[in-house]
């Protein structure tokens, strides 16, 4: 009945949970011994781990508003605790496991991407590769698949919908530009 939320702060971040009776805690606060900047987006995965991504370092977060900043990072939290799992992503947004549970997938939105890591032993990420790439006005931010290992985008900015076909064939959904 409670759920992790991700604070997208000025100045700070984190995780917090919230329980059903609005009680909010904290989960997550810092990782390898630094305070989380704002935090975008958290997941749990079927493994019970939760991913965690920091868009920047930077503060405020529109410094990094271009394509040439690579400062973001995925945390992964599980039974051997919080670690930083990749960095130097470019505006790192939304996360999530691939549903055969073998790959991490990110959107480094200002780097107008879509990236992916295998997932090895102890969460450790590995083998990264661009799974897409978008042109001009299509920054990707929110992530979903679809029942044939698709990507669903949602730019921000140009308020596109794309979908990823598994082999990187892009075809654009819905845009109201």
């Not at 329980?19 to 989380?36: H, K, N, Q, S, W």
């Not at 529109?62 to 939290?77: E, Q």
């Not at 960095?87 to 959107?107: I, K, M, Q």
Request: hydrophobic fraction near 45%.
């Amino acid at each position: 009945g409670s759920f992790l939320l991700a604070d997208l702060g000025d100045t700070e971040g984190g995780v917090f949970a919230l329980a059903r009776d609005g009680a909010v805690t904290p989960f997550l606060e810092r990782v390898d011994g630094v305070d989380l900047p704002p935090t975008n987006f958290v997941a749990e995965d079927a493994e019970g781990r939760v991913w965690v991504t920091v868009s920047t370092r930077r503060r405020p977060r529109a410094a990094a508003y271009r394509g040439d900043v690579a400062d973001g990072f995925v945390v992964v939290v599980d039974g051997r605790g919080a670690r930083i799992v990749a960095d130097g992503l470019g505006y790192t947004n939304e996360a999530l496991v691939s549903p055969d549970g073998r790959w991490l997938y990110v959107n480094e939105t200002f780097a107008r991407r879509t990236t992916r890591f295998r997932i090895g032993a102890g969460a450790a990420l590995a083998a990264r590769e661009t799974v897409a790439t978008y042109g001009a006005g299509t920054f990707p931010d929110g992530l979903a698949f679809d029942a044939e290992g698709g990507l669903w985008i949602t730019s921000i900015v140009s308020n596109r919908v794309l979908r990823v076909a598994p082999d990187g064939a892009q075809d654009l959904v819905l845009e109201d530009a």
